[in-house]
């Protein structure tokens, strides 16, 4: 379950996922550097982090899947002093009182729902866009909705999350495809899209607007990746991010939350253009089951997914099989190889 994109070509300088005059969520700063993987402490018990990187001297954050346990299952949030190293609770995105409506409504919600999963953040014009998922496991009948702030802190005075209503849903029987995991990237003119999907029609895109934030007039999903050749065609947790003219889409395959059992990997593919086609290292198209592994189990980090990215750092949740397979944070930054790809450890 996830999620998550970045920035414009044109704000390379500045940033490049999640992106021209536009902020974006998660700025991705392009870096050489060798793979490095930060140690962590603190509450790291994440599923599907949407990774802010602060600038320096500022908090990183981290919104992830909500618990069932608090604050009606909002998105949770998690705050870093110390660049990524230390994470604490900060709390949810909203309570009881800031639930959405328009997901209880029995005429146009999406019954069932208990927790928002997979957000995504983004910045524009001074506005923090977040889009979450509602859902229940296992079903297509599903949406995606939107909530703006001015600020990610729960510190700030000014926190607080404005309800938007829907982005865009999915019905069982009657869509292939399943409207869960948002990830927003712009491009080079400026325009945003939103990428998306979990099993079913495998991983769409689909032409957003702004300010709205919503699907541009006369919109359709368009399916970018997909799992072929295989019995279990799993694949989630799109998220695009530009790098040295490209565009990256990061995607999880597998099975994900069943701890020690899981087996979530990271792949990727690229394309010159933000519509695709993006072709992996070996030139197959991710529409017909390409993607090259970026990072997979490895000893007690077991299933690794539902990434994003933020300033060169991918943020994504594995099982730890020292901790009983507990979700955990991981958080490293990129390297990139002579040809292009990005390294993780």
């Known amino acids: 379950m996830r999620r998550s994109a970045v920035a414009s070509a044109a704000l390379a300088a500045v940033v490049v996922a999640g992106g021209a005059v536009l902020a974006v969520a998660r700025p991705w700063a392009p870096s050489e550097a060798e793979p490095v993987a930060l140690e962590l ?48 609770p900060a709390g949810t995105a909203w309570d009881a009182s800031g639930d959405p409506a328009w997901v209880r409504d029995p005429d146009t919600g999406i019954a069932g729902v208990e927790n928002y999963w997979a957000p995504e953040l983004v910045e524009h014009d001074g506005t923090w866009y977040l889009y979450y998922s509602a859902s229940t496991f296992g079903s297509n009948s599903s949406a995606i909705g939107l909530a703006t702030a001015s600020t990610l802190d729960p510190a700030d005075p000014d926190f607080g999350w404005t309800d938007q209503g829907m982005v865009i849903r999915s019905t069982a029987g009657t869509d292939d ?62 998220y695009v991010a530009e790098h040295d ?28 253009d933000v519509t695709g086609p993006f072709l992996d290292k070996d030139g197959r198209d991710m529409a017909d089951g390409g993607g090259s592994l970026v990072l997979g189990t490895d000893g007690a980090r077991i299933g690794p997914g539902g990434q994003s990215l933020s300033q060169g750092y991918l943020g994504y949740h594995f099982y730890d099989g020292e901790n009983g397979g507990a979700p955990r944070l991981g958080i490293q930054r990129l390297g990139w190889d002579d040809d292009g790809w990005p390294v993780a450890r």
């Open 41 to 88: 402490e603190g509450d790291l018990a994440v599923h599907d982090p949407a990774l802010v990187v602060g600038d320096e001297g500022e908090p990183w954050f981290v919104y992830s899947t909500g618990d069932l346990r608090v604050g009606f299952g909002a998105p949770q949030i998690r705050r870093s002093d110390d660049g990524g190293r230390t994470w604490e």
């Open 177 to 238: 495809y399943n409207a869960i995991d948002p990830g927003v990237v712009t491009d080079d003119d400026g325009r945003p899209w939103l990428f998306f999907g979990s099993f079913w029609g495998g991983i769409q895109r689909v032409s957003l607007a702004w300010p709205s934030g919503k699907p541009a007039d006369d919109a359709e999903p368009v399916t970018v990746a997909r799992r072929s050749g295989v019995p279990d065609p799993a694949i989630e947790a799109p």
């Open 245 to 272: 003219g490209w565009y990256y889409l990061f995607v999880s395959w597998d099975r994900c939350c069943a701890g020690e059992d899981s087996t979530y990997s990271i792949h990727v593919g690229r394309a010159r």
